[in-house]
């Protein structure tokens, strides 16, 4: 049967979703964790629920094409945009862990390993020259499983569960290094938007350190002054390089404007939040309180550009729901 149909136009609108599809819960997600961040808590609770809504849809579509275009399935889960996959789960995960939520956020932490390293592999062994930005979502990925890990380990004071975090952390880190001389830099310039994940990698990593910092205490201790003193220093770097991604990343977009809607925008929101999010972390983790209000100011840029991509997004809805039967543009997997 296929998996479109013409009486059935969202039907076939949204069989044509990308992987990279993903990354819309990924940036709606990391837009509420910031908003909770800084008691913004009413508006973080209804990205939450606008990012499960479409976890949800992404979940139904990917075991849909798991039963019925096996074929399909197999291709797009080897595209580096399938691992946002991953990192979403994990970014849910998080904010549900902020609400007490452990249970939900535990199982959310285990469907992610469970799904991680077969993905990873699939994706590195498809890696060529010149990459586009996507090529970062296995750093995104495997640093999103510290950031849960560690987030569950502090809430639960589980000692191994921090110390897998940090082993983690440091495999994201290296696998930054390995996207880096892959990553095609002309994407700067011309990318349609995941160029932008060359960044929000590293400010998840940064997340990652602080959030790994924020599990020891004194009950555990987890660390000791001395490499207390290397995460903490560590982080700091990651956040600074983030923030010169963010602004080497703006100062392109100024130059050469790229105003359409793409759905690979979704990847240029969740850097930008991911970016507000790790400032603001750093600043309460590892007491560096004038990042707080850099923080705040990228969050609201966050959000502005993320209602910018909605909107876009739901033109391109409307305008496929209104197009005659076999009239849908085709999207390759990404």
Same mark, same amino acid.
């Given at each position: ?107 959310? +932490? @285990? !469907?992610?390993? %469970?799904?991680?390293? /077969?993905?990873? &592999? =699939?994706?590195?062994?498809?890696? #060529? $020259? ?105 982080? +700091? @770097? !990651?956040?600074? %390089?983030?923030?010169? /991604?963010?602004? &080497? =990343?703006?100062?392109?977009?100024? #130059? $050469? ?78």
């Amino acid at each position: 049967m296929p998996a479109t149909s013409p009486r059935s136009p969202f039907r076939s609108w949204w069989a044509q979703r990308p992987p990279t599809a993903g990354a819309a819960v990924l940036a709606t997600g990391i837009v509420s964790v910031g908003l909770h961040l800084t008691g913004y808590e009413v508006l973080s609770r209804i990205a939450l629920a606008l990012a499960c809504a479409a976890w949800l849809g992404l979940a139904a579509d990917f075991a849909v094409r798991l039963l019925r275009e096996r074929g399909r399935w197999l291709a797009e889960a080897a595209t580096p945009g399938a691992l946002t996959a991953v990192a979403a789960t994990t970014v849910l995960g998080t904010r549900f862990s902020a609400l007490g939520w452990q249970i939900l956020a535990e199982a959310l +932490l @285990a !469907l992610a390993v %469970l799904v991680w390293p /077969w993905l990873l &592999v =699939l994706v590195m062994g498809n890696w #060529g $020259r010149r990459m586009p930005g996507a090529v970062f979502l296995g750093c995104v990925a495997t640093q999103g499983l510290a950031v849960l890990a560690a987030t569950l380990a502090a809430a639960e004071e589980t000692a191994w569960l921090a110390h897998a975090a940090l082993v983690v952390f440091g495999l994201g880190l290296v696998l930054y290094g390995f996207a880096l001389a892959r990553f095609d830099l002309r994407q700067i310039a011309e990318g349609a938007g995941d160029h932008w994940v060359a960044g929000g990698a590293l400010a998840i990593s940064a997340l990652a350190g602080s959030t790994l910092s924020a599990a020891d205490s004194a009950r555990l201790y987890l660390w000791n002054e001395d490499d207390s003193g290397v995460l903490r220093t560590v982080t +700091l @770097a !990651l956040v600074t %390089l983030d923030v010169c /991604w963010y602004a &080497v =990343l703006l100062l392109a977009e100024l #130059g $050469r404007p790229r105003l359409r809607y793409e759905v690979l925008r979704w990847s240029t929101v969740f850097p930008m939040g991911m970016t507000a999010t790790a400032m603001l972390s750093v600043a309460a983790v590892l007491d560096v309180p004038w990042l707080r209000t850099p923080g705040e100011v990228l969050l609201w840029i966050s959000v502005a550009v993320w209602l910018a991509v909605a909107a876009g997004a739901a033109a391109e809805a409307r305008a496929a729901l209104k197009a005659p039967p076999g009239a849908l543009r085709s999207t390759a997997p990404r």
